[in-house]
């Protein structure tokens, strides 16, 4: 009977194996990738790009340009995230299962936290640019409503997660629900809250680097900039710049959340 | 309502700590003098209930620089030329008409769609596989317990400066150095790609018991038979979920790329009819197919999970 | 009023789907300062009964009675109002534990305040007084401003009980308070119950796991199995027929022994720890 299982599970992994393959190689017919040229072509486009995607000495002429718009994309990340985590917090204090007010509450924040999760950054900045036109505001209420999407889910999660037992034991009191949110579910989740809002920061530098190719504003439009008029110099300095930020932004939340236990 | 019980009665049955050297003096005098002792008298004599922990004011420091950032970002930033409520206004009707009569306005067929949306859908297969396999090994070398020191800190390194790039730029930077094309997009999505799973392998792989890595060592277990005796089986459902927490990932992404650097997919079509022929039903469309998909992937992620987790 | 049983219960049934019924038809009544343990196999109902008594989970069918009025049938506000008199105690303590020792006690009174002072934490100068001087009683004076998840399991619990006193209860919710906790803690938590009841007059019905401990404790001992009510007397009517009528098993001699024999514990802890 051993023998069987094993025989079993090993032809069940192999089966996996041979159809995962399949999947990859349909899929690679499909979009025209094919992976031999590719990587005959690497190494190649590594030299080009050592020899041209390197900062120059003249670019350096523009690192204030540069840091201005990488502070203000910073600076929009951190209010897209912030304000997004006041109000998913909002909707997963209502929605949780163990702390919130029941009902249809779950339920409903629920899907109206899936829906904003899955409809992508990009599709929510070209919806808003009809309205909005070019503009930094465009930018952050696109970062806002992806934001705010991912963050109520999570929110949910580490509500559920920790507050469910003083949770029972206030309401045993007969403590009411608004003092049992300040009391209990605030105290309980906010380094959750912290942590979580703080990957998102880091996060949405990254994506707000991508709607400013859009939106027009911020250290993607001066990318989009220097990349369209062939400046690769400036452009891999821009690239040095988020690098140096993300890395900044990574170790600073990591020593807050240490801080904040 | 009847009077506390309680006030004014003696202490409990003798307690044994040593924590409890007030206990045999009636609770009132005992709680004066331990008041003071234990300097629970605020400045103006009141009982404080409150103290400052150093984590505490991490916390309030951390949120009120949060707050004030977020505060003096919202008074500078730009907020273009247009009157604001109204496009609000504008932008609920806009929406209203994206999601109640999505359709398509002559710009695309129904088969353009669906050919975009399985582009996309392979980019991000691609893109997901090809980088998972990268990434087991390199997640491998880079776990401090099964690998050298040196070496995992290296690759964490440059893994943590590939992680900082955003996606799109790699996409850019590979379609000067490749081409335009589908090698240019996959190379591009694969750089994120692998740096993530890196790190969420390599965490994986870190947690797995020192003990019996030793216990299979000291049996003379080869390096390969510890990785797919002790570590694999351990941890491939966290593989999993992490892969297939990247493969949504991608999907977006996919998305992104296409819209942006013109790599094909659902995501050209999206940028073409929203920034070309400037169609809301279009769009609505469109967004109700990434819906659709990321729909699909949450069930299969879910199925699997479920399936995978009642098989081990 | 005061003659009349503080909690009378008639009939309770609560079945969580049409399948599984987790009480059935449970009649009991407790008097004014009683420690009546509840016994039985996990499974069989102890914990639903608890939190049928304050609501935190609706019972099917039947009555409560609890302090003569109808727990039962009552609105929320009603019912706020009873939960402030009975005080709950968890296996899991289920403080705060990024609040500091006194602000979790200080949470027993949140039943008696308005919203706002409630949602600010304003609580008068007197119950402060009074939370304190409880902690002082549990014997933690010194842990006031200590953060609960730094405390040993033992400690937590007792500032659970310093927030279940502090609630001026009629009647203490025990659900399995000390079986999280090693013997040493385990019989303190228990003497401090015992003392809410002889001292301040509380009624507290307790579910354990340890028929030692409820022998050694109780006034009065009750048994759920499958959801009935099976036993109901003293200590004394529980003999090893009993115990193995509610557990299904045979009971273990040694253990009702050292039920009887309470003075050798220190020993046997003793004895317990050497050998470990």
């Not at chain 2, 505060?71 to 500078?76: A, D, I, R």
């Not at chain 2, 870190?206 to 390096?223: F, I, P, Y």
């Not at chain 3, 006193?165 to 090693?182: G, K, N, T, V, W």
């Not at chain 3, 759920?224 to 009993?242: C, I, N, Q, S, Y």
Request: include cysteine.
């Amino acid at each position: 009977m051993d023998k069987r299982f094993f025989l079993k599970r090993s032809l069940a992994i192999g089966g996996v194996f041979v159809l995962l393959v399949a999947v990859n190689a349909v899929s690679a017919g499909f979009v025209g990738f094919n992976p031999l040229k590719v990587l005959a072509d690497i190494p190649g486009g590594i030299v080009w790009m050592a020899q041209n995607f390197m900062p120059s000495v003249a670019a350096f002429e523009k690192i204030d340009t540069i840091l201005i718009s990488l502070g203000k994309t910073v600076l929009l990340s951190v209010a897209s995230s912030c304000i997004a985590a006041v109000f998913a917090y909002l909707c997963a204090v209502i929605g949780s299962r163990e702390a919130g007010l029941g009902g249809p509450f779950p339920l409903i924040i629920r899907g109206i936290a899936s829906v904003f999760r899955n409809i992508p950054v990009v599709a929510w900045a070209f919806i808003l640019m009809f309205s909005f036109k070019q503009s930094e505001f465009t930018g952050f209420l696109a970062l806002f409503l992806g934001t705010f999407g991912y963050l109520t889910r999570c929110f949910l999660e580490s509500i559920d997660e920790v507050a469910g037992g003083s949770v029972e034991a206030l309401r045993a009191t007969g403590a009411g629900f608004a003092p049992i949110v300040t009391q209990a579910i605030i105290p309980m989740s906010i380094t959750a809250v912290v942590s979580w809002t703080l990957y998102m920061i880091e996060t949405n530098i990254r994506d707000a680097t991508l709607i400013g190719i859009l939106t027009g504003a911020g250290i993607g439009a001066l990318f989009d900039v220097y990349y369209k008029s062939f400046r690769y110099d400036l452009a891999a300095l821009v690239i040095l710049c988020i690098v140096v930020a993300v890395i900044a932004c990574e170790a600073i939340s990591n020593y807050v959340r240490r801080q904040i236990i | 309502m009847t009077p506390p019980v309680w006030a004014g009665t003696r202490s409990p049955v003798p307690v044994t700590e040593a924590s409890t050297g007030a206990m045999g003096a009636p609770a009132g005098a005992a709680s004066a003098e331990t008041a003071r002792q234990f300097k629970r008298y605020s400045r103006r004599g009141k009982l404080k209930t409150r103290v400052m922990t150093k984590s505490n004011a991490a916390l309030t420091a951390t949120l009120v620089a949060f707050g004030a950032l977020t505060v003096y970002t919202m008074l500078t930033i730009n907020y273009g030329k247009v009157a604001l409520f109204d496009a609000f206004v504008q932008m609920l009707k806009n929406l209203m008409v994206m999601f109640f009569q999505p359709g398509l306005a002559g710009h695309f067929t129904a088969f353009d769609v669906f050919e975009g949306v399985l582009i996309t859908v392979a980019l991000s297969v691609l893109t997901t596989f090809i980088g998972a396999a990268i990434a087991f090994v390199l997640g491998l070398l880079a776990s401090a317990n099964l690998s050298n020191r040196v070496l995992a800190n290296a690759i964490k390194a440059v893994m943590s400066v590939f992680r900082a790039v955003p996606t799109i730029l790699w996409v850019l930077v590979f379609t000067v150095a490749l081409g335009l094309g589908a090698g240019a997009a996959v190379v591009g999505l694969l750089f994120h790609s692998i740096a993530y799973l890196v790190k969420a392998y390599s965490e994986c792989f870190e947690e797995v018991d020192a003990g019996v890595l030793d216990a299979l060592r000291a049996c003379g277990a080869s390096w390969w038979h510890v990785v797919f005796k002790a570590v694999v089986p351990e941890k491939i459902s966290q593989m999993l979920s992490w892969t297939f927490i990247r493969f949504e990932i991608n999907f977006t992404n996919a998305i992104a790329i296409g819209a942006i650097a013109g790599a094909g997919g659902i995501g050209y079509q999206l940028f073409l009819a929203g920034s070309f022929y400037f169609s809301f039903r279009e769009v609505g469309l469109i967004v109700y197919c990434c819906l659709a998909v990321a729909v699909v992937l949450e069930v299969i992620a879910t199925k699997l999970r479920k399936r995978y987790i009642l098989h081990s | 009023m005061e003659a009349r049983n503080l909690l009378q219960i008639e009939k309770l049934g609560k079945d969580y789907s049409s399948k599984s019924k987790a009480l059935t038809d449970v009649t009991l009544s407790l008097p004014r300062g009683q420690f009546v343990s509840v016994i039985g196999s996990s499974g069989a109902g102890k914990s639903t009964l608890l939190r049928c008594i304050n609501r935190l989970i609706d019972p099917n069918a039947g009555s409560i009675v609890f302090d003569g009025k109808d727990v039962a049938g009552m609105g929320r506000r009603e019912l706020r109002q009873v939960r402030r008199r009975i005080s709950m105690i968890f296996q899991h303590y289920n403080l705060v534990y990024r609040s500091t020792s006194i602000e979790n006690v200080l949470q027993g009174r949140l039943g008696y305040k308005s919203t706002i002072a409630g949602v600010l934490g304003l609580y008068s100068e007197e119950e402060k007084e009074r939370a304190f001087t409880i902690l002082d009683q549990l014997g933690l004076a010194e842990f006031a401003y200590t953060r609960t998840d730094q405390l040993s399991g033992g400690q937590k619990q007792r500032v659970g009980i310093a927030r279940a006193l502090l609630q001026d209860p009629l009647l203490i919710l025990a659900d399995e308070p000390i079986a999280s906790l090693d013997p040493k803690a385990s019989q303190m938590i228990m003497e401090h119950l015992r003392w809410a009841v002889d001292t301040l007059g509380i009624t507290c019905l307790v579910n354990l796991h340890q028929v030692d401990y409820a022998i050694e404790f109780s006034d009065r001992i009750l048994a759920l199995k499958k959801g009935h009510l099976v036993f109901d007397g003293t200590p004394d009517e529980l003999d090893a027929r009993a115990i193995s009528d509610i557990y299904g098993t045979p009971y273990v001699e040694e253990r009702a022994v050292r039920g009887g024999l309470f003075e050798n514990l220190e020993e046997e802890v003793l004895a317990t720890v050497g050998a470990a």
